[in-house]
């Protein structure tokens, strides 16, 4: 019978393993690419850093534990959070720029499977900067970093959490109402939505525009003609050019077959004030990637401070990326005890090359890609059917490397 502890039990696959620490490693080095230094938040927070503050993680989402003292604390269910707090406590200048990026574990009730409360994030957070150009940037970042790990179909749907707000504002209903208009609008649902909306009591061109915003997706350019035509409103007008100039930016950068418009793209965080944006990969429902701008946040911790970021669900990268090949190899040299130290020596130059290596003993069975056997004047080495016999560790190091199709 399984017990309550194996479902808790953590993937122990070797293979996934090696797989997440090359996609981190690769996610890192783009990272840095663009300027973002690596930071950590603390994985036990204070229960009231995510009460007080609005526009966070339900109460009900969080794993809550008590310290010695009696006092509530939480395992970290969000970074941007935390770190917009501490940047808040320490920034002066709001014109400052800070960039950072992280790879943590967050936890919430809400990641669906049974148990599973665990998940790594690796995101970025641009502090400083309000203009189109470092949305644009951003979410460069996020597309190249997908290139970098060799998707080659997925798509950056763009939405607007204001421009959404707005419409919201603009009809008088209950707050389970939006919650309700919200989840048709998500599902594109047109029939329930038209059913929902033909009991409401709002303004005709409101109602038309609501109608429509399921079908405000696709190419950027058409979108934001058609949504400028149901725009009620100049602010709405303004947030569309925007998006264009978004848009425009992310084409220089050669990223725009990948961009997709979505008005009626919904984040349940609070949080975000302006462009929000989802990264898919085909065939996959959830979101690869998921952030946007959140200029209000840092007001709660009494400072004023624009920024977007995003973060990554490693997870699912690590499950769904494209198999990558290890650049790391596995040799194995066999040694007996007579020739124990020209083995060690072997395995050692062999290491500074950054290869990996292992040295066994001759009795023992070995399964690794390169073997290397010691003999008195030379080297023999196997390589699937093939071995090759060499003078020097020179040539053992330029033969695998010729192996492996480099130089
Ligand atoms: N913290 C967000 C992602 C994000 C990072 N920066 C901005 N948004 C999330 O967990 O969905």
Known sequence: MQSY??????????????????????????????GYQQIQTPAFEPYDLYTTVTGTIHPDDMIK???????????????TIPITQKVASYVNHQSEELRYFYVLDVYRTTFNQQHDYEKTQAGIEFFGNETADSDAEVIALANQTLLDLKFKKFTIEI????????????????????QLLKQFIQAKNIPGLEEFLHHLEIEESVKELIQEIPFLYGEPLKVIEKAKMLSLTKSMV??????????????????????????????????????????????????????????Q?????HSSIPAIGFAFDVDLLVNQSPKQTDTLLNCTIQYNQS???????????????????????????????????????????SYQKDSYEVKSSNELLKIIQKLEGGN
């Open 159 to 178: 939405g607007h959490a204001a421009f959404f707000k707005e419409i919201l504002e603009m009809v008088s209903i209950s707050k389970e109402e939006k």
């Open 297 to 301: 946040l840092a007001n709660q911790f």
């Open 65 to 79: 534990v008590m310290d010695p003292s009696g006092r509530v604390l939480v395992l970290r269910p969000d970074i």
């Open 238 to 295: 303004e947030k569309l050019n925007r998006i264009k100039a978004i848009y425009e930016t992310l084409s220089s950068y050669g990223y725009e077959e990948h961009v997709i418009l979505d008005l009626g793209l919904i984040n349940h965080m609070e949080y975000y004030s302006d462009v929000i944006f989802q990264g898919y990969i085909e065939n996959i429902g959830k979101p690869i990637l998921s952030g946007g701008r959140y200029d």
């Open 5 to 34: 502890l194996d479902e808790l039990k953590p993937d122990v696959n070797i293979t996934s393993f090696k797989q997440k620490e090359y996609i981190i490693q690769k996610l890192r080095d783009r990272f840095m690419s663009y």
């Open 339 to 381: 020739n124990k130290e020209k083995g060690i020596q072997t395995a050692q130059f062999l290491r500074k090359h950054n290869y990996s290596v292992t040295l066994s003993n001759e009795q023992q069975k070995v399964k690794s890609k390169y073997i290397i056997m010691l003999n008195k004047n030379s080297y023999t080495l």
